[in-house]
């Protein structure tokens, strides 16, 4: 009677245990990623009648083999939905061997499995997010035995050796692996499922938390992130010493750098010395004029006499048009130069508006108003934010003001200078979501002063002085750690970080903003930002926060390093990714754009200049035409010679100088040598004509 009572409360105890699994990952006292469906969904207990059906062994489907697997909670309460995964259209799930077909029906239910979203969504598989992934991760030795039984039977999925083949779809850390079970017995037969009983090594999760997924390591002090919108996906990883690289949309790195200006920049290597390539900016048009923008520190001769120490200089590339994935630097234009005294307080962030202005970012310099006087007003645009039009044609100037700034008129201030009073900025974010009367926000991070650490939260309006002007929200000193700004989620991954600024501090604490959905007047809350442990995500965010990225879907990145990053390439790339959702949902998928070349007009036919974003050809000195095409001479050739180069004439026989002003007297003619030149005018002219067509 008592070993009945007691088998009676183990019953009650072992139904309650799993009718409240999914209220207890609700509140985080079980792991949430251990109970979640592919799709992201709870699992759900079997209804009694499948159970008993199972137990009885009439049910006589194919589903039951999923049921035999998961017989208590599953992610397919029905046999019909099991039998329906089983017989799914997939690209590997077909064989007539018996043995190879019962390791696949075993390995189809995996999506029935109360943790199929681990199963299926790794950290690794993440790794290509553009395919559903066929297999689960499978336990080392299962894997072993799937490989060469089946290798001789689906030949199209088996293209590696089994060592390649397991470390791909296998895993050897210990966690949650397929088989996820344990061996039992039920009615004198070996089956397989995932007992309710606690298993050690499975990974604890808490309900708020995030995961930094490590997508990329072995970088050099890398600083920012960014897309260039073409529909590439592709992901520009900025270096502090002068190298910018690019990450594929399958996140694999190319060899070569997509732009390579190390030695033009001054970088400073210890803490606290900002100098460097500070920021890069896309041109809203990129996918068809090729134009970015970088801003870095440097110290050429022509500002070697002075008090300041370096030069932040703001320039204009243009992509290669025989390589997507490489800047041409010959198209080099300066934009702007702005001399700085002091390693401390630079900014250099640029960035596009949803109008197409580009908005440039500026540090104080912890310059006082005594540096200011001795630098003879070099430093004007110091702790303030400019805004300038590069869409312009004027060939004489590589940018124009707008007519809207508020300093557009003024003799007081420069007329670039869209706001003022910043001090020591972070990255500045643009919210791709316009308010429905069309306003831009910007925010950005900022110290509240030239020598202190606390930081504010700021939202950038046109005119304002932020040396006064109230902060949107203070933040307060963390050990001595400056804000580093972030991004607005504008992604599809993550519902719950929808709308949220996520930031952090150098410290590597990391911190989301959101406006509150209850105060009618919008009022921002700081909230921290939990992220799981290695044991919890397979990866955990290590070392010092560098600066935040953010992708063409609008996913956030985190960039870190060591406290060693000026020796080593201890630099890492993580995705921020929340795993209550699979890392890939199906919704958020969108089709990539191979890049492609140049192909204006003006990128094919303008040689001896160089082409605004508008498409204008402006000439180089000694070049005129339409295409820039047409060399000069000044003055012009004479005696019927003909100007190839600037300021050099081909002459006709009988003359010679530079201008074909000496006459030969007694030389004999050379009818070929003036067929020649009789030839190039008649093709000048004809090109001309060519060019005037085309435009």
């Not at 792991?31 to 207990?45: A, E, F, H, Q, T």
């Not at 996820?180 to 708020?208: A, C, M, P, V, W």
Request: contains cysteine; glycine residues 10%; aromatic residues 8%.
């Amino acid at each position: 009677m008592k070993h009945l009572q007691f088998v009676l409360v183990l019953a009650i105890a072992v139904n309650v245990w799993e009718c409240g699994d999914a209220k207890f990952g609700e509140r985080g006292e079980l792991s949430s990623r251990r109970r979640r469906c592919y799709d992201g969904s709870m699992p759900k207990r079997l209804k009694k009648r499948d159970r008993k059906v199972l137990l009885e062994g009439s049910a006589g489907t194919s589903g039951d083999v999923c049921h035999k697997l998961y017989p208590r909670v599953s992610c397919c309460p029905t046999r019909r939905a099991a039998y329906q995964i089983l017989h799914r259209d997939a690209r590997v799930f077909s064989t007539n061997n018996t043995e190879c077909g019962r390791l696949l029906e075993e390995i189809k239910c995996a999506r029935c499995s109360p943790n199929a979203q681990v199963l299926f969504h790794s950290l690794d598989m993440d790794k290509m997010p553009h395919r559903e992934p066929d297999l689960p991760q499978l336990c080392q030795d299962f894997c072993r035995e799937f490989y060469y039984t089946c290798r001789g039977h689906i030949p199209e999925l088996f293209q590696a050796d089994v060592d390649e083949f397991c470390q791909y779809y296998g895993r050897k850390d210990g966690s949650l692996c397929f088989p996820d079970f344990q061996r039992k017995t039920l009615h004198g037969q070996d089956s397989n499922y995932l007992g309710d009983e606690k298993i050690e090594d499975i990974r604890k999760h808490k309900h708020n938390c995030y995961c930094a997924q490590e997508v990329l390591s072995g970088l050099r002090q890398p600083v920012a992130a960014v897309h260039c919108g073409d529909g590439s996906q592709r992901l520009f990883v900025i270096e502090k010493e002068g190298i910018v690289r690019v990450l594929t949309h399958d996140l694999v790195m190319l060899k070569e750098p997509f732009l390579d200006i190390h030695k033009l920049v001054q970088n400073g290597i210890k803490s606290g010395d900002e100098r460097g390539l500070l920021s890069i900016a896309f041109h809203p048009n990129y996918k068809k004029n090729g134009k970015l923008y970088v801003s870095y520190t440097t110290n050429q001769e022509r500002w070697a006499i002075g008090p300041h120490d370096h030069i932040l200089r703001v320039v204009e590339y243009t992509v290669s048009r025989k390589n997507t994935n490489q800047v041409d630097t010959r198209t080099v234009r300066m934009l702007i130069e702005v001399a700085e005294l002091h390693r401390k307080h630079l900014g250099g962030h640029l960035l596009f508006g949803p109008d197409g202005l580009l908005h440039i970012v500026l540090g104080d310099g912890m310059i006082t108003l005594d540096d200011m006087e001795e630098m003879d007003g070099l430093s004007d645009f110091t702790g303030s934010i400019l805004r300038v039009d590069v869409d312009t044609d004027c060939c004489s100037s590589p940018y124009s003001i707008p007519l809207n700034n508020p300093y557009f008129n003024s003799t007081n201030q420069p007329p670039e200078i869209f706001a003022h009073g910043l001090h020591d900025p972070g990255r500045c974010a643009v919210d791709r979501l316009q308010g429905d009367n069309g306003s831009l926000s910007i925010v950005c991070t900022d110290t509240t002063g030239r020598n202190t650490t606390s930081g504010r939260i700021l939202e950038i309006s046109k005119g304002k002085d932020y040396e006064n002007e109230p902060s949107v929200y203070n933040l307060l000193s963390n050990g001595g750690a400056p804000p580093v700004g972030g991004f607005i989620y504008r992604g599809c991954q993550s519902r719950r970080l929808y709308g949220s600024y996520v930031f952090g501090d150098k410290n590597g604490n990391l911190r989301i903003l959101q406006k509150s959905s209850v105060s009618s007047s919008e009022e921002w809350q700081e909230k921290p930002l939990c992220l799981g442990s290695v044991t919890s995500c397979g990866t955990a965010l290590a070392g010092n926060i560098l600066g935040f990225g953010e992708d063409e879907l609008g996913e956030v990145y985190i960039l870190a390093s060591s406290k060693s990053m000026a020796q080593l390439h201890s630099g890492k790339l993580y995705k921020l990714v929340d795993p209550k959702r699979p890392f890939t949902p199906k919704e958020c998928h969108r089709t990539v754009e191979p890049p492609e070349l140049l192909m204006t007009a003006c990128s094919r036919h303008c040689k001896n200049g160089h082409c605004t974003p508008t498409g204008k050809c402006c000439c180089s000195p000694g070049w005129e035409g339409p295409f820039c095409r047409v060399a000069k001479c000044e003055p012009g050739c004479r005696n019927g010679g003909v100007c190839l180069e600037p300021n050099k004439c081909l002459c006709k026989s009988g003359y010679s100088g530079d201008m074909c002003e000496k006459s030969e007297q007694g030389m004999p003619n050379d009818q070929e040598r003036d067929g020649i030149i009789d030839h190039i005018m008649g093709m000048t002219s004809y090109l001309l004509d060519l060019t005037s067509y085309i435009v």
